[in-house]
Each structure stands twice: as C-alpha cells, then as structure tokens.
C-alpha cells in the first residue's frame, strides 16, 4: 500500500492517546489471518489482532471507535472494499434484507468533546440514578466476550438477559449515583442487582444501552435505515454493533478450513509451500488434506500435467 508508515487521524481527535496513528504497510500475512477460520474469538479481537503489528498505537488500548475507523480505512483503502454490507431482519415482517452502503458515503466525526467520563441521569423507582461511565474500549469487547461466553446461547432467559448486558457494559461503568449518594464504582453484581430491582428493567437497560454501547459521539456516523424488501418498513439499524462485535464466534470444521486458502493460490497470492507454513496447518486434518494435494502436483508436474487445472484453479 505505502512504502512506509502513513498517518491517519483518528476521530477520537487525542482524548487519551496521539491523535494520529501510524499506518505500516500492510502484507499477506493479515489477509491469512482475516481468512483464517480456525480463528475462535470476537469480532473486535479478530480486527485487533490483525492490525495490531501495523499500528503505533496497541489497537486493544483503542476506544473502540477507532479501531472501527482503521479497519473500515484498510478494507476500502487496502482491499478495494467499496461497501459494507449486512443482513438484517425487518422488525414488522421478519423477511431477511441484505442491505449496503458505499464507503464512499461513511461520514466520520471527529470529537470535540475533550471529557474522558460522561454521565448521564434516569428516574430510578423513587429515586434519581446517575450514571458515570466512560467511552467503550477494544478491550473492553474481549473482555465481556470471555465473561459472558456461556450466556450468549441462553438469552431467551431473563436472568441471564440481564447478566449479559451487566456484564457487557460493566467495564465502561465509573461510578453510580442515587441521587447525591454515590456508590463509586459498583461491582458487577451490583450493576445485575440495579437492572433486577428497577420497576423498568426494560426501559433502564435500553438506557444503558443507548448511551454506553449504542451512541458513540465520535467515529463513523453509524445510524442507518433500509426499506424492507417485503413490506416496505423502513427500518433503522447500525452497521457497527459492539453487542456483536462481543459475540464469540466458533471456527469452522477443519476439513472446509483448506478451501479458503486454495482461493488465495488461485488469485496468486500464495503457493502450496507458504500455505504449509501457515499456522492453521497445525490442524492435523487440514495438514493431512493439504498434504495430498502437494503429492497430487507432485505426481502432474512429473508427468507433464498443469497442477492448476487439474485442481479448477487455473
């Protein structure tokens, strides 16, 4: 991409680190990584990992904002990626939308806002509740994504509903305020016990919700709407989630691993030797199959046969 580091700036505009990052050139080694499907994490941890050896600044130190403006610059800039597309259900009638929008047409704001902690004030039963937090982290999806990895299949509970989100937004939380009496910096139980004895538990988490997770007052503009391809609704929705972005997501099975990779040598990217020296290769099925299509070429190569072909790559 640049011969060397090129800067960019970064929306949060030097809240709390620089406020450029220096951008090094990125190489094949992040496009194996970004198909990798024995990769098992979070999306935020994935985006992390990935840029962290291209970056002056740790990516898991970033407000999360920002890692979201880097990697949207790399996939357009670097990638050619000229949209960001995402599957949507229409919250009238249910029929799944495939909806995009052009890079192009991303804005991004840049904070004006030098205040590292927020607050913000909800009735709370006969009470008035402060809530002091701060801007979301990287970290801070990791973080929540390994606390919360065996609730995230049992959301249809309640309980563990209300667990969850205390979890998830627990490490923005500075301190929490009934009316002038402050609790300082609550315990996770006792954000759970806040959202478990509100009158409104609904209505305070969406509270949260908006404020800590959803709301974002510097980074790509992230509200957005689409017309159901069904019922016409016009439905609003964000394209950069971090409720999802926490979600840890499973690899894949390993004997569907090689076909990712066999698509990087056909666009030329790599060759059979490089792929053996991929880390996934330590899967013991993907090195048993990749194993058989090196003496398969092996074998055409000897006898005159164009490998590539032979294996629809050509």
Not at 114 to 139: A, G, W
Not at 150 to 157: M, R
Not at 232 to 241: G, I, P, S, T
Request: aromatic content about 14%.
């Amino acid at each position: 991409m640049y011969p060397f580091a090129k800067k960019l700036k970064l929306p949060s505009n030097g809240l709390s680190y620089e406020a450029f990052v220096e951008l090094k050139t990125i190489t094949n080694a992040f496009l194996f990584g970004l198909e990798d499907a024995e990769f098992q994490t979070n999306t935020a941890e994935i985006k992390a990992t990935l840029l962290k050896p291209y970056l002056s600044i740790d990516p898991f130190e970033m407000w999360y904002a920002d890692l979201l403006f880097v990697w949207e610059y790399v996939m357009s800039s670097v990638f050619a990626q000229t949209e960001v597309t995402k599957k949507e259900i229409c919250k009238i009638c249910k029929e799944l939308n495939e909806v995009s929008v052009a890079n192009e047409s991303l804005d991004i704001v840049y904070l004006e806002n030098s205040q590292e902690v927020l607050n913000f004030k909800i009735p709370y039963n006969d009470k008035e509740l402060v809530v002091y937090y701060r801007r979301r982290k990287t970290m801070d999806n990791v973080q929540s994504s390994n606390d919360n990895l065996e609730l995230q299949e049992a959301l249809n509970d309640p309980t563990n509903y209300m667990k969850f989100f205390a979890r998830l937004m627990y490490p923005q939380v500075v301190k929490i305020q009934f009316d002038s009496n402050s609790i300082g910096k609550p315990t996770e139980k006792e954000l759970f016990d806040i959202f478990v004895y509100s009158q409104d538990k609904i209505e305070i988490i969406n509270q949260f919700y908006d404020h800590l997770l959803k709301n974002s007052d510097f980074g790509i503009i992230n509200n957005f709407n689409y017309v159901c391809k069904k019922c016409n609704h016009h439905n609003l929705f964000q394209f950069f989630d971090p409720i999802t972005d926490s979600f840890f997501i499973k690899g894949s099975k390993p004997e569907k691993i090689n076909m990712h990779y066999l698509g990087f040598i056909k666009e030329g990217f790599i060759t059979f030797s490089e792929l053996m020296n991929l880390p996934v290769i330590m899967n013991k099925e993907f090195f048993e199959s990749c194993s058989k299509i090196l003496e398969k070429e092996s074998e055409l190569a000897s006898g005159g046969v164009d490998y590539r072909k032979f294996h629809g790559l050509g």
